[in-house]
């Protein structure tokens, strides 16, 4: 049975850092294609960013320069440091495996808020 299980979201104030992790269990993780979407309130889920097998990276323009996705095969591990966060970053974010299925985390909460 796949499992992925995120972690790490929370609130935290404009311009902090916040590092998501997603914990992948049943499938061949460095097989997979890993990506980050996220979810604001009232709006349809979007894509943050996303990694590849081989570790090519992709990024949303809005999280451009501030967030980083990287992946750590031994641990079936992807992360995402997301620094400078703005408000309009606030969403649920959920953790998504691809090969030849596609698979979703359950999701963690980022709020950015003073």
């Known amino acids: 049975q796949v499992q992925l299980v995120e972690s790490g979201g929370g609130l935290v104030q404009p311009g902090g850092s916040l590092r998501l992790s997603c914990v992948a269990s049943?499938?061949?993780?460095?097989?997979?294609?890993m990506s980050w979407y996220r979810q604001p309130p009232g709006k349809e889920r979007e894509l943050v960013a996303r990694i590849s097998a081989a570790g090519n990276t992709n990024y949303a323009d809005s999280v451009l320069g501030r967030f980083t996705i990287s992946r750590a095969n031994a641990k079936n591990t992807v992360y995402l440091q997301m620094n400078s966060l703005k408000p309009e970053d606030t969403a649920m974010y959920y953790c998504?495996?691809?090969?030849?299925?596609?698979?979703w985390g359950q999701g963690t909460q980022v709020t950015v808020s003073s």
């Open positions: 049943g499938l061949t993780f460095s097989r997979y294609s």
């Open positions: 998504s495996a691809n090969w030849l299925s596609t698979y």
